[in-house]
T-cell receptor, first 116, second 113 residues
């Protein structure tokens, strides 16, 4: 079965620090990759997604992620975080086009706290 | 996303009670999903439905049942609630294209005493 690992469970940063959150998945075939964000008290919102093409994907609010197929990774980055980035971040994977189930598998989440 | 709504938003109930959580969407999507979120465990899939006549168990379906009343409505029931079903429940939809981007509702916080 597919699995998604987010190694950083809780990250604390100061404003303006750089951010990188790790995500690794287990599926060896074609994948679609997502990062969702959940701000305090809110529902999940899509931050960015990768389906094909340029492995460096840019999302909303200055976030980007790089798909490295050889490492089964899709790490999320932001050069300079803001207090408003305090949230929980979820990586998710599903089998690519033609996959049997097209279900999303989520990681356990990384809670980011940005200190002003 | 206002296109996916969930009712109720909060519910406190007692062990053994039957509870129904409802989800409605105006996105016109065929696919709907129910997840539960627990601290440190992320989101886990309970049930999913690819159309009105298609219902499938997810990874943690025990103790839950669902009903897809229409394309736009997907309900989750706890026949006899137990305390370890205390969690945040999310409904999501997708249009089933190759992207399978899912759109989430605001969540229902359920507490079982």
């Amino acid at each position: 079965a597919q699995s998604v690992s987010q190694h950083n469970h809780h990250v604390i940063l100061s404003e303006a620090a750089s951010l990188e959150l790790g995500c690794n998945y287990s599926y060896g075939g074609t994948v679609n990759l997502f990062w969702y964000v959940q701000y305090p008290g809110q529902h999940l919102q899509l931050l960015l997604k990768y389906f094909s093409g340029d492995p460096l994907v840019k999302g909303i609010k200055g976030f980007e992620a790089e798909f490295i197929k050889s490492k089964f990774s899709f790490n999320l980055r932001k050069p300079s975080v803001q207090w408003s980035d305090t949230a929980e971040y979820f990586c998710a994977v599903n089998e690519g086009y033609g996959g049997a189930t097209n279900k999303l598998i989520f990681g356990t989440g990384t809670l980011l706290a940005v200190q002003p | 996303d206002a296109d996916v709504t969930q009712t109720p938003r909060n519910r406190i109930t007692k062990t053994g009670k039957r509870i129904m959580l409802e989800c409605s969407q105006t996105k016109g999507h065929d696919r709907m999903y129910w997840y539960r979120q627990d601290p440190g465990l992320g989101l886990r899939l309970i049930y999913y439905s690819f159309d009105v006549k298609d219902i499938n168990k997810g990874e943690i379906s025990d103790g839950y049942s669902v009903s897809r009343q229409a394309q736009a409505k997907f309900s989750l029931s706890l026949e006899s609630a137990i305390p370890n079903q205390t969690a945040l429940y999310f409904c999501a939809t997708s249009d089933g294209d190759r992207n399978n981007e899912q759109f989430f509702g605001p969540g229902t916080r359920l507490t079982v005493l």
